[in-house]
């Protein structure tokens, strides 16, 4: 599968802001999806994370109850709805996709990664 993240931009502290990952190549539908996010000098940290269904969500603490994650089996595409920004929130995001059943928020979890998109956020 290929994956297509988009949506990243320039905006300030307390403004939402929705990435996209758009997947082509094989059935969107079989994929687990994660969101991992790096800021410079730092290691790819883990955002969010959805079932193959969607029913399920996970989130790392940082991020609860400002990020949501939602699919469009549709479109094949995945979203990071994020909101209230912070400063903090500042790095390249990356969606990724893996074929497993279940929650994944490790990298090495994940077959299958976007180009990532940059979000900036300024205070």
């Known amino acids: 599968v290929q994956l297509q993240a988009s949506g990243g931009g320039l905006v300030q502290a307390g403004d939402s802001l929705r990435l996209s990952c758009a997947a082509s190549?094989?059935?969107?539908?079989?994929?687990?999806m994660g969101w991992f996010r790096q800021a410079p000098g730092k290691e790819r940290e883990f955002v969010g994370a959805?079932?193959?269904?969607?029913?399920?969500?996970a989130y790392v603490d940082s991020v609860k109850g400002r990020f949501t994650i939602s699919r469009d089996s549709a479109k094949s595409t995945v979203y990071l709805q994020m909101n209230s920004l912070k400063p903090e929130d500042t790095a390249v995001y990356y969606c990724a996709a893996t074929r497993g059943l279940a929650l994944y928020d490790t990298p090495a979890a994940y077959d299958y990664w976007g180009q990532g998109t940059l979000v900036t956020v300024s205070s």
């Open positions: 959805s079932t193959r269904s969607g029913g399920s969500t």
């Open positions: 190549g094989r059935t969107f539908s079989i994929y687990a």
